[in-house]
């Protein structure tokens, strides 16, 4: 658990950094971090009464260990993260920390709706071990979140942040894209490092790749799905639900597209196309754990008010995955 000692240098830091401008953050606004690499979203792992899990948490993060992961993505999408408390989502950033080697990174989703609250999640997150923070995008009030008021957004967070900054496009989850001439704009900021880029529009992922070329600028593909043609216009990882099961296999294919195997990386590729959409678009986070649970690691439930598979849509997920020879 976190000690009052962590609370209170969180609390310290809060009222410190947010009266300060970018200038204050020496320690960490250009500090760069190089995020190429493969990521698995980790999942968040319940009991049955709802609870965080954190021995299982454990468990997962051993066994997905084994893999050559650049590092973890905790409390994106993935992690259920609107279902989790402040206090929550710090905590398992917190017990990720101390398990996983110090060589690998640990990107934390900090995204709230509000600046101020971001900020003060960002910072939160850095108290408790995150190397990075991956910023998704407000949109409760979409309609008026123009390109002005992302670059406003993101450029106080990452102003403030003493890590640094990933942006997070998930139109799926939002019902916003995070524009292109916005992306760009923040490319230029030296806090802001890269970002993920879950939409799938590969002519726009190019664009992007293309337009922020000068700067040090990375972008990561959001999904299996795409991943070679992400590749193939210039991303340089991923970060995905799909390498909690198939860890070994996403890692296989990161590397067939660097050393210019494009072949066996399109067939791998055509074989990961269907499990992929089944836990994402498909099944989602539901399809996800019980896919989990067919690999020898823990999903479990989730929290309501998602709910189980239905026993047809569990024959259809175990057929999305056997049909393509991994079960």
């Known amino acids: 658990m976190l000690g009052p000692g962590v609370w209170a240098s969180v609390r310290q830091g809060l009222s410190k950094g947010l009266s300060r401008n970018a200038r204050g953050w020496a320690s960490g606004t250009g500090r760069k971090v190089d995020i190429s690499g493969t990521y698995p979203a980790l999942t968040t792992p319940f009991t049955a009464t709802a609870e965080i899990d954190y021995g299982k948490l454990e468990e997962n993060l051993f066994k997905l260990g084994t893999f050559p992961f650049r590092g973890f993505v905790v409390q994106g999408s993935t992690g259920e993260f609107p279902f989790l408390t402040s206090t929550e989502r710090l905590e398992v950033v917190s017990r990720v920390r101390q398990v996983i080697p110090k060589d690998k990174l640990l990107m934390a989703g900090s995204g709230c709706e509000s600046t101020q609250t971001t900020v003060e999640m960002t910072l939160s997150m850095a108290q ?6 991956i910023v998704v995008t407000p949109h409760y009030y979409r309609g008026r979140m123009s390109s002005a008021a992302l670059i406003h957004h993101y450029t106080k967070v990452a ?68 991943l070679l043609a992400s590749y193939a216009v210039g991303a340089v990882g991923n970060i995905s639900g799909l390498a909690n099961v ?5 890692c296989q294919l990161e590397r067939l597209c660097l050393t210019g195997q494009w072949e066996a990386a399109q067939e791998l590729q055509h074989r ?10 498909r099944f989602g986070i539901p399809g996800l754990k019980k896919t989990m649970d067919w690999f020898g690691y823990y999903g479990g439930p989730c929290r309501a008010p998602l709910q189980e598979l239905s026993p047809a849509d569990e024959e259809a997920l175990r057929m999305d995955f056997s049909s393509n020879g991994w079960l």
Request: proline residues 7%; glycine residues 8%.
């Open 246 to 250: 198939l860890g070994a296999q996403v």
């Open 128 to 133: 408790v071990g995150a190397d990075a923070v």
């Open 272 to 281: 990961l196309i269907e499990p992929n959409t089944a836990v994402t678009k």
């Open 159 to 226: 102003d403030l942040s003493p890590i640094p900054v990933v942006l997070y496009s998930v139109p799926a989850h939002t019902g916003l894209d995070l524009p292109v001439d916005a992306v760009v704009t923040l490319s230029h900021h030296p806090n802001i490092v890269g970002m993920k880029d879950s939409d799938g529009d590969i002519t726009r992922i190019g664009l992007i790749i293309h337009k922020t070329r000068k700067q040090d600028f990375k972008v990561l593909a959001g999904s299996v799905g795409f």
